[in-house]
């Protein structure tokens, strides 16, 4: 990972229009420029949007930059009648990728792109409808599929297809996985996701922004808290409503229960996978105990409801001594999985990720980590002024056993946390019950960094005057994560498979929204 | 023929057939209970294959007569063995199949089927588990026939009778090199056979897993049904020659009905036993990366083959 320059800082883009934010009008033909300049300066893209404002489209580059905490927009106005960019597919091979995205929600194409095939709109959707634009309508009937969306092919003695999904035997996401496979060797790994397109960011449109926190809370079922509390950070740095540092806490004590009841649950699956079932029905155990607690202090097992726009409502402060007791039980779990000769070979060495593969696809969260990287928007683009160490990762080797491992230290740095807030939080549970204050005159925006117990979340929204959603961008840490998991795949055995895709865990939901 | 012979060959089947899944749903509750889970109570496999058998035959477009005929083989071969190895009596109906060569040939020969019908399909997951468990089956029958080459090697007999007969009469062999040398790679022989941990795991339902489950994939309805029971008779068949092999105390070799009903518990108690045992231990294993399989094979043919040696030189 490149290191943010110190000192001396480049001045700011543009103006500023929100937290530690500032936005550039730029013409497209000077948009690889500066996203060139800002890239080299340390910034990543965090969020691409495409938006349209009725007479012309405008796409939307958030680039956010850690240490300190730096986030510039560029604005591209398109004409509508020829919507064309400038690829920056060639700088960032996240940014090539939204830009696929922006192409088929919004019919803004991307000229010279290495890949222009369709992402997100599978082919049996209509060329030239574009479900985002404000005149779409409904979507058409599904008709004939429409030209070849083909994989690619693996030829050579021996090599053959093995295609598994969109219907999977166990209870996940729908995703079809194309392998080409010599023997039980992995040669290529094609995923093929995007089955779940359920337009949610144009639901938000026209929604007051107390009624939009009910679609964060559905974005992706295990995520509730973290993209609640991005949308809301979105919506009060939109506002510029100031939040109180005892609401941030608790927000922050509730991302950490999220954190905690995934990670275990992950932890488990991963020693269920490898055929050590006795660690799987533990980890539920403490799992269930944990969704118990999340009842007790929201009044909801994944904790909807809890997180609005300017506060919070809790019914109770989490029980420290459950929790204690809680992570023993996890360090004994996590203990006697590594006790385990044949779970430690099987998990060691495993889908390696390395850190400079993980850096050029932008991963996030414990992907990231577990390659070295240390990449975490808790300390990247923190919104609580309490300054906490970051978590410190004992093994870094990018394979199964260190994305593990990180798992199992997130979680004592966790409740680490929990702890310490829940003693400087004391008495008051709810804060501000009302709506924030009304918008800044004319259009607003805000932007939510949140690091969800997957990685980092990003929420892009803007506000007509009336305080209404006009646009809201949602980009869970998924899309960034998934095309690292067949890179990492690659010389992997089949049957290490399962292993390595729940020790990525993505969000087909989060993914595709 | 004789009259043991005729008895043992009717009470054997029966009692295998009743037995197996329920042996199997012992195996599943004692895992369960010892992760503390509940579980589905020790009659939940009948209760599957009842509601198994009393749905329509289905079959894939495109198979052939291999996949419809497979499970019959399956059975059918499982069922024989059942009759004429020496579980109750020591006599056997038909005796000259109850050889080593033959009875070995009999399960070979039901696996082999199966991995045809498992290509037979034209998928992808089929033709996986079918050449997963070939591997596997190249590795095992090997182990099988040289560990209890060994035992008959003293007996000078590869009648399978003969050999359960000849350790009731001089019970001192048990504990020689050769029957504990044999006793283990036996042992690692079933748990690959029978498709257990650390080999497979029965209960994935991870697809590109699995070895056993992805060749019967495409079975449904009574053809699954048959495809499991099968599997649950020869694992109680393997249990069942492990423990009459090394321990044949209280097989019948009379026709009383007394000697007949201790005949019938002991088998049920060693197989129980074992079972348990197994299931017991599978809760402390984690499944071994696919290409450490043939290690532990190859590891368990040597002790086989020790055997063999140890059988000729310890004599």
Redesign the interface.
């Known amino acids: 990972m490149t290191t943010p320059p110190t000192t001396p800082h480049t001045p700011a883009l543009g103006d500023p229009v929100g937290e530690h934010r500032t936005a550039l009008t730029v013409a497209s033909g000077d948009l690889v420029e500066h996203a060139r300049s800002l890239l080299d300066q340390g910034y990543r893209v965090a969020l691409v949007a495409g938006h349209d404002d009725g007479d012309r489209l405008r796409a939307v580059y958030l680039f956010t930059a850690a240490d300190p905490d730096r986030r510039v927009e560029l604005h591209v106005p398109l004409d509508k009648a020829a919507p064309r960019l400038p690829s920056l597919a060639a700088l960032s091979f996240p940014a090539g990728r939204f830009e696929r995205e922006m192409r088929d929600l919004f019919g803004i194409v991307p000229v010279d792109h290495p890949l222009p095939r369709r992402l997100v709109r599978h082919f049996h959707w209509p060329q030239g409808w574009y479900p985002m634009l404000a005149d779409a309508g409904d979507p058409p009937e599904f008709g004939d599929v429409d030209g070849p969306y083909p994989f690619r092919t693996v030829e050579g003695p021996g090599v053959?297809?093995?295609?598994?999904g969109p219907v999977?035997?166990?209870m996940i996401g729908p995703g079809h996985f194309r392998f080409s496979v010599v023997g039980?060797t992995i040669l290529n790994l094609k995923v093929r996701l995007w089955f779940v397109h359920r337009g949610i960011e144009k639901l938000f449109q026209g929604r007051r922004p107390a009624d939009a926190v009910e679609l964060a809370e559905r974005v992706s079922g295990d995520t509730t808290v973290g993209h609640t509390l991005a949308l809301c950070l979105a919506i009060e740095d939109a506002c510029r409503h100031p939040v109180s540092g005892h609401t941030q806490r608790i927000r922050t004590i509730l991302l950490e229960l999220e954190r905690l009841y995934n990670h275990i649950t992950d932890i488990g699956a991963l020693?269920n996978?490898?055929?050590?079932?006795?660690l799987n029905?533990?980890a539920q155990?403490v799992k269930e105990q944990l969704l118990r607690i999340n009842d007790e202090v929201t009044g909801h097992r994944l904790m909807r409801g809890a997180i609005h726009p300017g506060g919070v409502t809790i019914a109770a402060l989490p029980d420290l001594g459950r929790l204690t007791a809680i992570g023993a039980d996890i360090a004994e779990i996590v203990a006697l999985a590594l006790g385990?000769t044949?779970?430690a070979?099987?998990f060691t060495g495993t889908a390696v990720l390395t850190p400079t593969q993980a850096a050029d696809l932008g991963t996030l969260g414990y992907v990231a980590r577990a390659s070295g990287l240390t990449t975490d928007a808790r300390h990247d683009h923190p919104f609580l002024a309490e300054d906490f160490r970051r978590t410190e990762h004992t093994r870094t080797d990018g394979d199964v056993l260190a994305r593990f491992l990180v798992r199992a230290e997130e979680i004592t740095y966790s409740l680490g946390l929990i702890t310490s807030l829940v003693q400087t939080v004391s008495g008051q549970l709810t804060t501000a019950a009302t709506t924030p204050t009304e918008p800044r005159p004319g259009q607003s925006s805000g932007v939510g960094i949140v690091e969800g117990w997957r990685g980092t979340i990003v929420h892009r929204v803007e506000l007509a005057p009336d305080g209404t959603l006009t646009r809201v961008k949602i980009v869970d840490p998924s899309f960034f994560n998934w095309p690292a998991l067949p890179v990492a795949l690659a010389d992997t055995?089949?049957?290490?498979?399962?292993l390595t895709n729940k020790s990525f865990n993505l969000s087909y939901a989060g993914n595709d929204m | 023929m004789s009259a043991l012979g005729i008895v043992g060959g009717v009470v054997q089947p029966v009692l295998i057939v009743a037995g197996s899944p329920l042996l199997v749903g012992v195996m599943r509750q004692v895992?369960a209970r010892?992760?503390?889970?509940a579980g589905p109570g020790v009659g939940q496999p009948w209760r599957d294959l009842r509601k198994l058998f009393g749905k329509e035959r289905i079959s894939p477009r495109g198979t052939s007569e291999v996949f419809r005929v497979a499970p019959l083989v399956l059975v059918a071969t499982t069922l024989v063995v059942a009759v004429v190895t020496p579980f109750v009596t020591t006599d056997s109906a038909v005796d000259p199949v109850a050889d080593l060569f033959a009875v070995v040939a009999l399960l070979a020969l039901g696996a082999v089927t199966l991995a045809l019908a498992g290509l037979d399909t034209g998928t992808?997951?089929g033709?996986?588990g079918s050449s997963r468990e070939m591997t596997i089956l190249a590795l095992v029958e090997p182990t099988l026939l040289v560990s209890i080459f060994a035992l008959s090697v003293r007996v000078g007999s590869t009648n399978l009778g003969a050999i359960v007969s000849a350790t009731l009469h001089d019970p001192v062999r048990v504990i020689s090199p050769v029957s504990l040398l044999a006793a283990v790679a036996l042992i690692i022989v079933i748990v690959a056979e029978t498709g257990r941990?650390?080999v497979d795991?029965p209960?994935?339902?991870?697809?590109?897993?699995m070895v056993h489950e992805a060749m019967v994939l495409e079975y449904a309805g009574p053809d699954l049904a048959l495809v499991e029971l099968a599997s649950a008779m020869r694992m109680s068949v393997f249990l069942g020659l492990l423990a009459n092999l090394f321990l044949p105390w209280g097989i019948a070799s009379t026709a009383t009905p007394i000697a007949l009903l201790v005949g019938v518990l002991a088998l049920i108690i060693k197989v129980g036993l074992l079972g348990v045992l197994l299931a017991a231990g599978e809760?402390?294993?984690?499944?071994?990366?696919?290409?450490?399989v043939p290690e532990l094979l190859a590891g368990s043919f040597l002790l086989s083959l020790l055997a063999v040696a140890a059988s000729f030189f310890l004599a």
């Open positions: 053959y297809e093995i295609p598994v999977h035997a166990g039980e020693c996978d490898v055929g050590y079932g006795i029905a533990h155990r385990n044949v779970v070979d099987r055995i089949v049957p290490d498979f399962p | 895992r010892l992760e503390g889970r992808a997951f033709g996986m941990l650390p795991n209960s994935t339902h991870l697809e590109l897993t809760v402390f294993l984690a499944k071994l990366r696919l290409f450490r």
